[in-house]
Each structure stands twice: as C-alpha cells, then as structure tokens.
C-alpha cells in the first residue's frame, strides 16, 4: 500500500492533464486538485491483474479522504477494466485508490480538466 504522487502538465492553454502511475494492489494516488477545471475525463490503462479495480474517490473539503465519484450517467467511477469515462460532477480534491488485484495489477490514472465552456 503505497502513495504515488501524480504528476500534471499543461498541454494546451486550456488544458490540463494529470497523470499517476505505477499504481499497484491497494496504491492510493496523490491528489489532484483542479477545482478551476471542472470538466474532467478520466482514462485507465494498464493491467487489472486478477480481480483488478479501481476507484476515483474525491472530497470537498481537505483532500484527506474521499468517496467513490460517479460518472455523468450516475455509476461509480469504479473499473475493472481499461476505460475512459467523464466524472460528474466534480470534485475539488480527486485521487485514484486500487481496491483490488494481484501481483500483475499495475495501473495509470489519466485525468484531463478543461475550462467550463
């Protein structure tokens, strides 16, 4: 059970990606905190392992601890396998948190915030 800090970059003057990798069994990410950028996109990639997930879990108030997101469609942002998804709503403080897995699970968390239009 490791913290693997993700890392963000602009990539355009509007957009901004953040990327936590490396993520294993039981692994919780950094937070991100973009609350300036409220339309988000999610994407996971890597390998689920068996019995692989992963969750978005995002707070309000400190960023210490968080509760699954959901997707605009209302489901929690949990995978069990690669995806890309829009989070609604938003949070201020975002983290990836790896339920489940084996020794294969090794996962990366891409999050892509926009300005609202």
Do not use: C, Y
Request: glycine residues 12%.
């Amino acid at each position: 059970m490791a913290l693997r800090t993700g890392v963000g970059k602009w990539i355009s003057r509007s957009v901004h990606k953040w990327t936590a990798s490396g993520l294993l069994n039981g692994d919780t990410s950094t937070m991100l905190n973009a609350p300036s950028l409220p339309d988000k996109t999610v994407s996971v990639t890597g390998t689920f392992g068996t019995g692989g997930s992963v969750s978005l879990e995002g707070d309000n108030v400190d960023g210490t601890s968080g509760v699954i997101l959901k997707d605009t469609a209302g489901n929690n942002l949990t995978f069990t396998a690669a995806g890309v998804v829009a989070i609604a709503p938003d949070a201020a403080f975002i983290r990836a948190h790896v339920t489940a897995g084996d020794g294969s699970t090794n996962l990366q968390i891409d999050i892509i915030s926009t300005k609202a239009k």
